[in-house]
């Protein structure tokens, strides 16, 4: 009976030590918590290997039909409709970021309306956050909206 208790004495105080390691490191991230990521890694580096840098360029001088596939439109029809919105939706950089290319914008905002692909899938290609996507693809579709509205019909 004797050693019972002390079996369970200790067992109670290994467990309370325990406990007690965790509540420390609870109090110790709350007094200092990490410093908050400003953007990540992988997406600085857009310029250099997103899919705008890479695939699609390739795509638009290697294989014109996948290009056609991907953005569901010609290179020079992409051209003439990136030259008519880009005042539109131009971005000035600053001294925190650069800002996202018209060029990108588009091919993002197509290849959304193109694939049905999701902000996620598009954020990993093209290197670009999920909620600048989401601000972008909006704001791009008006753009075209305002510089084709002769050509396109809406439900009233």
């Known amino acids: 009976m004797v050693e019972s208790r002390i079996v369970i004495r200790n067992c109670v ?5 325990i406990l007690l390691e965790e509540v420390e490191e609870i109090l110790e991230e709350e007094r200092n918590p990490k410093k908050r990521i400003w953007c990540r890694e992988w997406l600085t580096r857009r310029e250099s290997q997103g899919a705008s840098t890479n695939l699609i360029r390739e795509l638009r001088f290697e294989d014109p ?9 010609t290179a020079e029809k992409f051209d003439y409709l990136l030259g008519l919105i880009t005042p539109l ?3 000035e950089n600053t001294i925190m970021k650069d800002a996202i290319k018209p060029e990108t914008m588009l091919e993002v905002t197509l ?3 193109a694939t049905g692909n999701n902000y996620r899938t598009l954020s990993h290609l093209f290197r670009v956050s999920k ?5 972008m693809i909006p704001i791009v579709c008006q753009a075209v909206y305002d510089c084709l509205k002769d050509f396109v019909k809406v439900c009233e």
């Open 131 to 135: 909620s600048a996507i989401s601000i």
């Open 65 to 73: 039909k996948e290009y056609r596939m991907m953005l569901r439109m």
């Open 13 to 17: 105080i290994n467990l309370t030590n």
């Open 89 to 91: 939706i131009q971005r």
């Open 111 to 113: 290849n959304y309306l």
